[in-house]
């Protein structure tokens, strides 16, 4: 008699099944019962790793078969929602896990993930900057009897999640990390910071620290060294009385809100002064207290705390008029550029965002306490706002109301079993908006089996450290790029030079039919030639299935990773197999980020913006001969939510036939999500 083998999950099926009696006379009795479930669990198990693997058609198909077996069965259902959502269906996806919750299973936990799918797919991926903030939480300024810092006066938000902030009460640039641990102690040069103000991160990389009491500029390495100083004490040209806030332009040329002088100097990269603005002049009766300084655009802004409001000046200081009027503000101090439309003010206890194009006023954020002097308002890589409290010796993490409530969105991506008993698994990080929360440590992380702490548990590392990218460079081969093979030939190898030798490049032409034209390192790239290519032009190029091809080949690729398009305006290309919010999910739920280069100046189609604006993807590059270096690096850039850990299991495998439940809970600060999958040991 051929033995069955009855796994956890053959339990699991026989549990639910027993509830559900509209399925008794499906699975019938005796044998055929058994066989049923033999076979589901069969498909199921394959259906897992092909998960796993990244071939989530394959393992749709598989968790079908499984349900066929097993109608109804809440766990197939769940993990049948997780195949379609990773494959871009997601309409489906939510559909299965409905079906699972109207059972009466998956808890909160199902809840949530239906809560916040469904609602990515029918608003922005963004919240507005009228979006409200409350306090998440806040970094002691003492540990025991030791102080941390005295007096924070303005912060810096770094790509990795950490923060600096200036501690003006110690004279002292301190690094912190996500969870308000200093990870590094800045005194500046040999004697030391006098009074430090503000900080801002310059465009080759270094800091540039305002000295209030010492009237000057320290110039900083980016991991916080001493290098040099800019400007002295004095009302000459690059020189000044009590600098305090500061801002750099697209030529990198430093503006200081000089207090003392009651005026804004301008130094050059090299600090040689080059004017200095805000005196009185025909239609300006001059600057009395300048705080806060921005550059948006070409434009620069000034806040002014004894007036009360906003004012505008071009590059060359020539004054423009008032951006927000007089008295609107109590003490007006920070003021910094928010996305590309905003500006961020601190108002003695408050927060208030600035529209740029208006000079409308929204209140974001209030301390609560009346004694407060919010100095600095910085957004940091994870979206919070990081507030400076001056008199309360205060920092902030100030998060969006609706994140609060929500909390993370946390998904297992993978599970590597192959050396059973240790386990790699790979978890993304994300608020309810799809935008990655970085930096997070292995204290912020919990992972159990079966409700119990794992042993050896050890974060291995975080992408978003990454730095280089693997690449898909897709190659429009509609009729209108034939006149284009020069500047498509010198795109190509622009975009391969800028990968350094870095992560693979793989071509994909499309063409009526997409094919792959090459995989490979960037190097190999250096003669690449338009004409080389295999694919013939065609006036129908099938680019829904282009798209796929492309991110199908960067699935199982490296943790950073993107398609760049070339094309001349893509208004040729055909979508008739996959509609353009299922390619878009696709992209997004895989973090396949979508940029478009555009080798003309003509307009792009509208299916093609479509994409690269629904995507983390980037905006258009228009190819020019000097180079196309920053696509490479803007898709580094792009920040990645994912962590990799692992941990020694405990569970008895059953020859590898045995689903081994895993559970995950993250934590950070008063915020938290969880997520809960499983996988099979290696067949024994």
Not at 336 to 363: C, F, I, M
Request: proline share 3%; glycine share 10%.
């Amino acid at each position: 008699m051929k033995r069955i083998f009855f796994s956890a999950v053959a339990f699991l099926f026989l549990a639910s099944v027993s509830a559900q009696s509209n399925l008794q006379d499906t699975m019938g009795t005796g044998d055929s019962r058994s066989a049923n479930y033999g076979f589901a669990e069969e498909e199921f198990r394959r259906g897992v790793q092909s998960y796993y693997r990244g071939a989530f058609n394959e393992s749709i198909l598989e968790f079908e078969k499984a349900l066929s077996y097993l109608p109804g069965e809440p766990l197939v259902l769940d993990w049948l929602g997780k195949a379609y959502y990773k494959a871009g269906i997601e309409g489906a996806a939510l559909q299965q896990w409905n079906y699972e919750k109207d059972s009466g299973h998956g808890g909160l936990l199902l809840q949530n993930r239906i809560e916040i799918v469904s609602d990515r797919r029918v608003t922005d991926s963004a919240y507005g900057f009228t979006q409200r903030f409350t306090e998440a939480g806040s970094y002691p300024n003492f540990n025991g009897k030791n102080i941390i810092f005295s007096q924070p006066v303005s912060s810096l938000s770094n790509n990795d999640g950490t923060i600096w902030v200036v501690s003006y009460g110690t004279n002292e640039l301190l690094q912190f990390d996500v969870n308000g641990t200093v990870i590094r102690r800045n005194r500046g040069p040999i004697n030391g910071f006098d009074r430090p103000m503000d900080v801002i991160r310059l465009k080759n990389g270094n800091l540039a620290v305002s000295e209030s009491a010492g009237d000057r500029i320290s110039i900083l390495s980016g991991s916080g060294s001493f290098i040099k100083y800019f400007g002295s004490r004095g009302c000459g040209q690059g020189q000044f009385v009590g600098p305090q806030y500061l801002a750099e332009d697209e030529f990198g040329n430093i503006y200081v809100t000089d207090f003392g002088n009651a005026r804004v100097v301008v130094l050059d990269a090299d600090g040689n002064g080059l004017l200095h603005f805000g005196e009185k002049r025909d239609q300006f009766d001059g600057l009395k207290s300048p705080t806060g300084i921005a550059v948006c655009a070409g434009r620069i802004f000034v806040a002014d705390s004894v007036k009360g409001g906003i004012y505008e000046f071009d590059k060359s200081g020539n004054y423009i008029g008032v951006l927000v009027n007089n008295g609107t503000f109590s003490r007006p101090e920070s003021l910094k550029p928010w996305g590309n439309d905003y500006l961020l003010l601190t108002d003695r206890n408050k927060v208030y965002s600035v529209d740029l194009a208006s000079g409308a006023v929204h209140e974001n954020a209030v301390t609560g306490k009346g004694r407060s002097l919010i100095t600095s308002a910085v957004s940091d890589r994870n979206g919070n706002i990081i507030v400076t409290d001056f008199k309360e010796n205060e920092i902030y993490v100030m998060s969006k109301m609706t994140e609060l409530v929500g909390g993370f969105f946390v998904q297992f991506e993978r599970v590597i079993s192959d050396s059973f008993p240790e386990v790699i698994v790979e978890v993304r990080v994300e608020n309810r908006k799809r935008q990655p929360v970085v930096g997070l440590k292995e204290q912020n992380f919990l992972i159990t089996e079966g409700k119990k702490p794992v042993q050896n548990f050890k974060l291995l590392g975080e992408a978003n450290n990454n730095d280089f990218a693997d690449i898909v460079i897709l190659i429009d081969r509609s009729l209108s790029m034939k006149g284009y093979e020069e500047q498509l030939s010198g795109a190509v190898k622009e975009l391969a030079a800028s990968m350094d030798g870095k992560g693979m490049v793989t071509i994909v032409s499309c063409g009526s039919v997409p094919v792959t034209e090459f995989s490979g390192k960037p190097q190999q790239l250096s003669d690449f030639s338009a004409r080389a290519l295999k694919n013939s032009y065609s006036a129908s190029p099938a680019m829904d299935l282009a798209v796929r091809l492309s991110a199908n080949s960067l699935i199982n690729a490296e943790k950073k990773r993107g398609i760049v398009y070339i094309t001349a305006d893509g208004s040729e290309n055909l979508f008739t197999q996959y509609a353009l919010s299922d390619l878009t999910a696709y992209l997004n739920n895989n973090a396949v980020s979508f940029s478009t280069v555009l080798l003309s100046q003509r307009a792009l189609s509208d299916e093609v913006s479509y994409i690269t604006e629904n995507t983390t993807g980037l905006s258009y590059y228009v190819y020019r001969p000097e180079g196309l270096g920053d696509v490479i690096s803007d898709i580094i850039a792009i920040p990645s939510g994912l962590y990799q850990f692992k941990f020694t299991s405990s569970f008895a495998t059953e020859y590898g036939r045995k689903y081994l439940p895993v559970e995950i809970e993250t934590y950070l600060l008063n915020r938290s999500g969880r997520d809960e999958t499983g996988y099979f040991a290696p067949l024994q």
